[in-house]
């Protein structure tokens, strides 16, 4: 069975410039999450999608940061304009269709973005 | 505000059990515990999950008391492939609070 995937691994990209991060989730899971860890920090929650639908997106940090999830399946997020401090480790995760006990969520590898 | 703490660093050697315990204080009635591990360049992976009381699987132990404000991962008999990130995740209602990882060294 294939795991999480996300492309690109690394994107270098100028401040002002947009980017957009896929996750392809594993078949089947109706639950794909996206987190980020910036230089030093912590891994930080972003959001969180039951199919299409955004269940908790509370941790965007600002309107600059724009995540699909279009007939329930891959889901992009999208950084425009990116500044400096959106640099870090971006990762998806996915997991199945239960929410109580909670779900194993699945990693992908993440995708490193520099923005310099 | 809903936060997890564990230590920052262990070191441990090859063939001990290591401890490693995270708190979370804020911690809700329907909120659960779970251990993540990782290595460099990689995504966190999945160790263990538990609610209350003790759990067990075939890699680790979770060791969780009754007022569940910590929580303890329990790794037998460590190896040197053991050498990384564990993260504690709790699922504060929705959002899902990591802890800042605690980096384990095993020693040969």
């Known amino acids: 069975e294939a795991g999480v995937t996300q492309f690109p691994s690394h994107s270098v990209i100028e401040k002002g410039q947009t980017v957009t991060l896929r996750c392809d989730p594993i078949s089947g899971h109706d639950n794909l999450y996206w987190y980020r860890r910036v230089m030093g920090k912590e891994i930080k929650f972003l959001l969180h999608?039951?199919?299409?639908?955004?269940?908790?997106e509370s941790g965007m940090p600002n309107n600059r940061f724009l995540a699909e999830r279009t007939g329930g399946t891959y889901s992009t997020l999208k950084v425009q304009p990116a500044e400096l401090e959106d640099s870090g480790v971006y990762f998806c995760?996915?997991?199945?269709?239960?929410?109580?006990?909670?779900?194993?969520?699945?990693f992908g590898p993440g995708t490193r973005l520099t923005v310099t | 505000l809903a936060k997890t703490t564990q230590p920052i660093s262990m070191d441990s050697y090859e063939g001990q059990e290591v401890n490693i315990t995270c708190s979370h204080n804020n911690i809700a009635t329907n909120d659960y515990i779970t251990w993540y591990q990782q290595f460099p360049s990689q995504g966190p992976r999945f160790i263990i999950q538990?609610?209350?009381t003790k759990v067990t699987n075939e890699v680790a132990s979770l060791f969780i008391p009754a007022d569940r404000k910590s929580s303890t991962l329990s790794l037998p008999r460590v190896s040197l492939s053991d050498t990384a990130v564990y993260y504690c995740?709790?699922?504060?209602?929705?959002?899902?609070?990591f802890g800042p990882g605690t980096r384990l060294s095993v020693l040969p």
């Open positions: 995740l709790v699922n504060y209602g929705q959002n899902f609070v």
């Open positions: 538990g609610y209350k």
């Open positions: 995760a996915s997991s199945q269709d239960r929410a109580y006990p909670l779900s194993e969520q699945y």
């Open positions: 999608f039951v199919k299409e639908s955004k269940q908790d």
